[in-house]
């Protein structure tokens, strides 16, 4: 049985703000497997996503580290705000601590590639601009491996240190043991403030590079491509604005003396860890907004294609009801279309009949006769 902290003093005591919060998580969690499986899809049709492949690599691979998250972490804190409290079992609750730390990490080292690339594309766009694909997973595989060293080490301290936490409204690691006073300041720096550093150094440059751009496209009246550009400076901000407030929570958990029940060790980090979840489900509206050929893509293939099935079943459905009004339109149609169609029948005869009479008079009076062809198009003239 998972431990928890007592219900009664961290709990969300009003009903109305715990379902406000769940109807939140689970938002979170329709946007992000709604969105993130059309970037999958997408990314991989032709010209749905107009970028360099080795950005498009990366993205996909963030993609997929979203879509861990939301089902691991977002969706078990939108069913416990629910059921105001843990109902998933142990093994979930283990699931959620473990994968959670690796899952989260993993996405904030996949946006520092993100950045980082698309400087040195920039930068060095002849020396960089040939990057496959293949290098963009093999980059991404390794930058696996970091993450991977946080879980193990909570294990390896003391893998039962799990517990489901009314504050959050999920299960977290304890972090009981002594030696996390000293450690967890550490981990959290390398986790978090380095990658957002990283992420930062890299995404400033980026965005003078497009607003550089931007004037010297003005002054020679040209155009720039500054969707790539645009797309990681806004992605990188959202993930560094989402996971600041956790990493100052982090960082601050043994310094700052204002009790269990405090501002910063209650409400900061109940907020802090609602707000870290936006960056998961923010992509798709970023790339909906600034990568044109997706935009494109999402309403001339995809929602044409939906609107087609879901047409298509409604008729075939109201054809097998058949309603009286159903039925009165489909005869008056079929007489209509009977109606002109034995009307260009008889112009077609009428033309050929005539066709022929001037023909036979042309030939009486010694005129040479021209092609049928010729005189359906004079008397058509004539007329």
Known sequence: MIPSNNHTIFAIQSRSERITWAVYHLFVVLSSITGDSLILYASSQRNALKLNKFIVTVIQHIAVSDLGYAVFAVLPGAVSLLADSWVLGDAMCYARVYLGYFIYTTGMSLVTVLTTS??????????????SKETAHRVCSLVLLPPLAIPALLLAVDKDDVKFDYRSYGCDYG??????????????????????????ATTIPTLMYLAEARKSAKRVRASVRWQGALTVVLTAAVYCVSTLPIFVYFVGKNYVKDGSTGTFHFYFYRMANFVSIINIMSNFYIYTMTISSFRKYLFSNLLPSCLKSGISRDSNYSGKRGTPDSDRRSTQRNKEFKRKSLERSKTISNTVAETADSLKTDSENG????????????????K
Do not use: H
């Open 118 to 131: 698309k400087f040195l594309l920039l930068k060095y766009p002849i020396r960089c601009g040939n990057w």
């Open 367 to 382: 005129e040479a006769a021209l092609p049928a062809a010729i005189k359906i198009e004079m008397l058509n003239s004539q």
């Open 175 to 200: 972090w009981s043991a002594e030696l996390w006073d000293k450690w967890l300041p550490v981990i959290s720096t390398l986790t978090l403030l380095v990658p957002n550093t990283i992420i930062v």
